[in-house]
């Protein structure tokens, strides 16, 4: 590494600056069950920061590579108020989409059924009725405050995500019996594993 002698620590300052900016997209473990933080409920941001961005864009790297339709922070482990989403088809231009602090404000009358996974429960599908339109409101990468109204596949993800803030899953949409069916296998693949 080059050094000038009489800048002090100012060039160094200078360079950790300069790789954190040209830091590339990372990839991030994912949660799964029955890891307790995924039914912890997640705190709102205050501030949108650099890092906070970064993990925005680590967080779509990871739901790319997996892939996935939508994260939220909690499936990498960080219990804040993040989420992000595409559902853009495959054959379609890819449409990142980054909520912070999302609040879903109204919810269609009509109902829109859906076979969801999470990539929290690997290889488990559960068919879902939830409301097939509604308004999110949200603050976007630049600080702002935004609405959007969303319908269909969109709909479905967001309310998905918006459970995982506040430690909701699939799996509470099956009986109590179903559930603990479904836990109970996974705290077995996970015993196998350790
Ligand atoms: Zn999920």
Redesign the pocket.
């Known amino acids: 590494m080059h050094t000038r002698r009489g800048t002090g620590c100012g060039d160094a300052i200078d360079h950790i600056e300069r790789v954190a900016y040209f830091r590339p997209m990372a990839k991030m473990p994912i949660v799964t069950l029955p890891d307790p933080i995924l039914r912890k409920v997640s705190s709102p941001i205050e501030r949108v920061d650099d890092d906070l961005l970064r993990l925005a864009d680590d967080m779509l790297e990871t739901m790319y590579a997996a892939p996935g339709v939508g994260l939220a922070a909690v ?1 990498v482990g960080v219990l804040r108020r993040l989420v992000v989403l595409d559902v853009a088809g495959e054959e379609e231009e890819p449409e990142p989409l980054v909520f912070i602090n999302p609040e879903i404000v109204t919810l269609g009358s009509e109902t829109r059924l859906h076979e969801e996974g ?3 429960i690997p290889d488990f599908r559960v068919e879902i009725e939830r409301p097939a339109s509604l308004t999110l409101s949200y603050i976007d990468r630049d600080g702002n405050p935004r609405e959007l109204d969303a319908e269909g596949l969109l709909a479905t993800a967001i309310q ?1 995500e918006v459970n ?1 803030l506040d430690g909701k899953l ?1 799996i509470d949409f099956l009986s109590p019996l179903k559930r603990d069916m479904v836990v109970r296998k996974f705290k077995k693949q996970a015993r196998a594993t350790t």
Do not use: G, K, R
């Open positions: 499936q999470c990539l929290s998905h995982h699939i």
